[in-house]
T-cell receptor, first 115, second 112 residues
Framework: KAGVTQTPRYLIKTRGQQVTLSCSPISGHRSVSWYQQTPGQGLQFLFEYFSETQRNKGNFPGRFSGRQFSNSRSEMNVSTLELGDSALYLC??????????????FGPGTRLTVT | TQLLEQSPQFLSIQEGENLTVYCNSSSVFSSLQWYRQEPGEGPVLLVTVVTGGEVKKLKRLTFQFGDARKDSSLHITAAQPGDTGLYLCAGEEVQGAQKLVFGQGTRLTINP
């Protein structure tokens, strides 16, 4: 099976702009989660989508939004970018492991730099 | 929200030495996962432990889930430079709808 893919891998934007990141989960996985990773804060949960519905949400401002399409592909959008939004944005698709347990499989991430 | 604390945050040792990384919480988790992440890449799932007291081995890596399912450890025997990376533990919340809580990570460096 192909893994989780994310596009683009690298992105440079200016403060005030908006950005859209894309994620294609592993075939058959219906859940997609997004995380922001920075050196100081570690992995911070943004939101999770399951069957086109947001199921969980982290503590991020409304500038961060997402959606999921009927084919399980997901996008996240950040509007009015701030310098502090510079980070590695990770997407993960999820399944239940053979022995139980909720497992996430991560994409390579999108490195966003805001200048 | 349940929290996971990893220790140590940074560890630098010589090739051939043994090490243990700890992941602790005051909360119970349904399951616990360990990931390894290399610079510029996403975390890669190493193992999932589900049952209290469970021990799993992956070559030179040994993972243990605490009896009360509140903590876990990762032990590496005879560390090699290829083990270098950021190790993350993640717990599946008992109350949450299939949601993972991540520790802050342990940055491991194995020097040749």
């Amino acid at each position: 099976k192909a893994g989780v893919t994310q596009t683009p891998r690298y992105l440079i934007k200016t403060r005030g702009q908006q950005v859209t990141l894309s994620c294609s989960p592993i075939s058959g996985h219906r859940s997609v989660s997004w995380y922001q990773q920075t050196p100081g804060q570690g992995l911070q949960f943004l939101f999770e989508y399951f069957s086109e519905t947001q199921r969980n949400k982290g503590n991020f401002p409304g500038r961060f939004s997402g959606r999921q399409f009927s084919n399980s592909r997901s996008e996240m959008n950040v509007s009015t970018l701030e310098l502090g939004d510079s980070a590695l944005y990770l997407c993960a698709s999820s399944s239940i492991g053979l022995a139980g347990g909720y497992e996430q499989y991560f994409g390579p991430g999108t490195r966003l730099t805001v200048t | 929200t349940q929290l996971l604390e990893q220790s140590p945050q940074f560890l630098s040792i010589q090739e051939g030495e043994n090490l243990t990384v700890y992941c602790n919480s005051s909360s119970v988790f349904s399951s616990l996962q360990w990931y390894r992440q290399e610079p510029g890449e996403g975390p890669v799932l190493l193992v999932t432990v589900v049952t209290g007291g469970e021990v799993k081995k992956l070559k030179r890596l040994t993972f243990q889930f605490g009896d009360a399912r509140k903590d876990s450890s990762l032990h590496i025997t005879a560390a090699q430079p290829g083990d270098t990376g950021l190790y993350l533990c993640a717990g599946e919340e008992v109350q949450g709808a299939q949601k993972l809580v991540f520790g802050q990570g342990t940055r491991l460096t194995i020097n040749p």
